[in-house]
């Protein structure tokens, strides 16, 4: 401050022909700085400037305090006299209350900014849960509010909250120590100033207590006195936020020339003196008294230190705002204060003129930065990222890592400069502080009861929902074709499933229908082979011959079940189907009418048979499978069936199948096989005990047995069968009363045929007794 105002009063663009002066007080307590606020206000102090100098009433502005509350106790009386009051460090956010503090400015951000930029530095690093302590000050308490609502609004949890004094009793501080020490996060946010930290850390050392990321407020995170405690290795690695950096031309030499015979009522710099040359100003049996060649010079101290000037110059820029609003005020072009046109006079500058002029300063520092005042009285929120990286000799070494400017649009004001970070001991990268391990690809949060929402447990996604990005809130559908994959990060097309050639029941089947026609075309063959022997020809070699033809179209038509369902295998599956059973139903009722014709025809007088000959079995098969066929084109023509993607029945599946289009043309068709099939059992089941040695009602009797048996199984079979099995079942029933019908009727013939030739004989055909 001495050093502005020095410079203000040589400087020849500034308040020429003025000199300032000034009154310090170095005063401790807030009842101390509160008497010496209001001595201020009296102006019955003499302050160092000229004998000849004619001084205001009162004094022009207060420069000060450091501290947040003691700042508040004056600055709220002072207001009420429209003194300006500009503090260097007081950083409290409730100072910008304007109706509290009319007259109060600062030449240091206020902690809503500094707050959210440490909100904004946890969430950078991923700190979603930290531990959050203050001083129990105005300071402290004001400052980690906002932060803790700043942290919120990041996402970020705060597992606990403390406050404590320097001046409290130890227990305090040994309660604190073991909240640290039973908690799980590792990131503590210390809202304090440079005493609360320094007994924490000891406490902390003493215990043994590491592993701990400390992120400091501007009041410590700087302060060099840290380093004379025990406990000062805990704190290397910290970060936080203070002012820039800045360079003050001149300062160095103006420092290095200090001598006490300059300011003889110094007694700080008496002190001072005295304790850096070991030497005593004044008569001393203690110390040898100094020469007069102690000189700043010569050595190297804090005192003289100019590397660091962060806080030294918001007292420069504190000292040259009021300057240059006093200088406004005496510039007529730019007076506004006054009432006339006049210019004002020195003596006629008046407190509450300075005040509003201050609230218009806008200024460049010698250092080049632009510099004014807010609505508020708050100067412009510009940080660095500070990195606590080392101590030496006593000096903590600190490396500028980032920047947090308030003015720029939100998503630029944080940055990093990619320095080299020195994280905390015991720690090769950025320390990991969560509640919660991140939940990864697959899963999603859900929050624990009773806990923040940091603190959650990771759910896998339920089966057709996925999460493709780590810490999801929710699972996302998959759409409708698709399904999750079994990491449930991705969704894949659904298996599509029906009945192929490529799985093993495919070829089963579709060996059993080859097998079938096999079998059938070699009971072909052996009939036309022995088409002349009396058992051929008495079995109606025609009917039997239409019948083999026809049961190989059963036994091939299922074949149309097996593979991809199109809209032509659709249609032609279960046409196919129930006309080719229809004609075989229909050969067997014609061959269970001729054997009753046939064996009514031996009875005396009887010419039965001539009203079924060969014409009348044709027309009678005809006419049996022309009504089918007749069923399956009305059922065609309405609602053909067609493929369809069942989405319903398996969740992880496509089922192509093919819809029937019309129930009741399926079910028609169904039924009618079904009717021929009822009175074709029933004829053959009343003629079963007519005589005759190869007893062919019997036989078919047996068959249809076994073709109503599969069908009538078939029903619930397949109403419950899912998927591709439903084709399986249809398939089934319609080898299993294939089959039935070819072994049931021709394998009995074939044995005689190939194996007991010498019942094949006209004479036992023909004989109604078997002996």
Not at 131 to 145: F, P, V
Not at 230 to 248: C, D, E, W
Not at 737 to 745: A, H, N, P, Q, R
Request: with cysteine; net charge neutral.
């Amino acid at each position: 401050m001495m050093f502005a105002i020095d410079e203000i009063n040589k400087a020849t663009d500034i308040l020429p022909g003025v000199t300032l002066g000034y009154m310090i007080y170095n005063k401790c307590g807030s009842t101390d700085i509160l008497r010496a606020a209001m001595t201020l206000v009296n102006g019955v102090e003499k302050s160092q400037i000229s004998e000849n100098c004619t001084k205001p009433q009162t004094v022009q502005a207060i420069i000060g305090h450091s501290g947040s509350t003691p700042t508040m106790s004056f600055a709220r009386i002072v207001g009420r006299f429209y003194i300006p009051v500009i503090s260097h460090f007081a950083t409290c956010a409730c100072l910008s209350n304007r109706k509290e503090y009319p007259s109060f400015f600062r030449t240091i951000p206020s902690d809503y900014h500094q707050s959210r930029a440490l909100a904004q530095l946890v969430r950078h690093f991923g700190w979603m849960w930290v531990g959050a302590l203050s001083n129990k000050n105005d300071y402290g308490i004001n400052g980690i509010t906002t932060f803790i609502t700043a942290a919120h609004e990041e996402g970020v949890c705060i597992e606990y909250t403390e406050a404590f004094e320097s001046t409290g009793p130890y227990n305090e501080i040994l309660r604190i120590v073991n909240i640290i020490k039973s908690s799980t996060s590792k990131v503590i946010m210390a809202f304090m100033s440079h005493r609360e930290i320094k007994m924490l850390v000891e406490e902390l050392y003493r215990q043994n207590i590491t592993g701990l990321q400390w992120i400091g407020s501007d009041a410590w995170i700087t302060d060099d006195s840290l380093a004379d405690g025990p406990g000062h290795t805990l704190l290397v690695g910290s970060v936080g936020f203070t002012v820039r950096n800045a360079q003050i031309p001149g300062l160095g030499p103006f420092l290095r020339e200090v001598h006490p015979s300059q300011f003889p009522n110094s007694t700080f710099l008496r002190e001072f003196w005295e304790y850096v040359f070991d030497c005593s100003l004044t008569q001393s049996k203690v110390k040898m008294s100094c020469n007069g060649s102690e000189h700043l010079r010569d050595v190297q101290n804090s005192f003289t230190d100019v590397t660091d000037l962060r806080i030294s110059d918001n007292i420069y820029k504190a000292v040259y705002a009021v300057a240059h609003a006093i200088d406004n005020l005496l510039s007529c072009e730019q007076n506004k204060s006054s009432t006339s046109n006049a210019c004002l006079k020195l003596n006629q500058i008046k407190p509450w003129q300075v005040l509003n002029v201050l609230q218009l300063v806008n200024f460049t520092t010698p250092s080049g930065e632009n510099f004014f005042f807010d609505n508020n009285g708050d100067s412009p929120a510009k940080y660095e990222l500070i990195n606590l990286q080392s101590v030496n000799k006593g000096k903590m070494k600190v490396q500028t890592i980032g920047y947090y400017d308030a003015s720029l649009p939100k998503g630029q004001r944080f940055s990093m400069n990619n320095v080299l970070i020195v994280w905390r001991e015991e720690s090769n990268g950025v320390p990991v502080s969560v509640c919660s391990e991140s939940c990864p690809s697959g899963t999603r949060k859900a929050v624990q009861k009773g806990r923040p929402v940091c603190c959650y447990d990771c759910i896998p996604c339920p089966p057709g929902e996925i999460s493709n990005r780590t810490d999801s809130i929710a699972c996302l559908k998959c759409p409708f074709a698709q399904w999750s994959n079994t990491r449930g990060d991705a969704c894949i097309p659904k298996e599509v499933e029906f009945l192929s050639y490529d799985e093993i029941m495919g070829i089963l089947l579709a060996l059993f229908s080859l097998v079938g026609v096999f079998f059938t075309i070699v009971t072909m063959l052996i009939f036309y082979t022995y088409r002349s022997t009396p058992i051929v020809r008495a079995n109606n070699s025609e009917l039997s011959f239409l019948l083999l033809f026809s049961l190989t179209l059963c036994f091939l038509c299922s074949l149309t079940f097996i593979g991809r369902p199109t809209e032509w295998s659709c249609m032609l599956r279960h046409t196919a189907f129930g006309i080719t059973f229809v004609l075989c139903i229909s050969c067997v009722l014609g061959k269970t009418i001729v054997v009753i014709m046939a064996l009514k025809a031996t009875l005396p007088g009887s010419n039965v048979m001539k009203w079924f000959g060969p014409v009348q079995q044709r027309l009678t098969v005809l006419a049996f499978t022309l009504i089918q066929v007749l069923i399956c084109v009305l059922w065609l023509t309405v609602s053909p069936p067609f493929p369809f993607m069942n989405l319903n029945h398996y969740q992880d599946k496509i089922i192509l199948e093919c819809n029937l289009g019309s129930a009741v043309g399926f079910w028609a068709v169904l039924g009618y096989i079904g009717l021929l099939a009822v009175i074709c059992f029933v004829l053959a089941f009343l003629a079963r005990k007519l005589p005759d040695n190869f007893n062919e009602a019997k036989l078919i009797t047996f068959s249809m047995l076994i073709f109503c048996a599969v069908w009538i199984s078939f029903i619930p079979a397949y109403v419950s069968s899912p998927g591709k099995f439903i084709v399986a079942v249809e398939i089934f029933a319609i080898l299993g009363s294939s089959y039935g019908l070819l072994f049931c009727i021709f394998l009995p013939k074939c044995y005689i045929i190939l194996l007991r030739p010498e019942f094949n004989t006209k004479k036992l055909v023909m004989t109604k007794t078997l002996h």
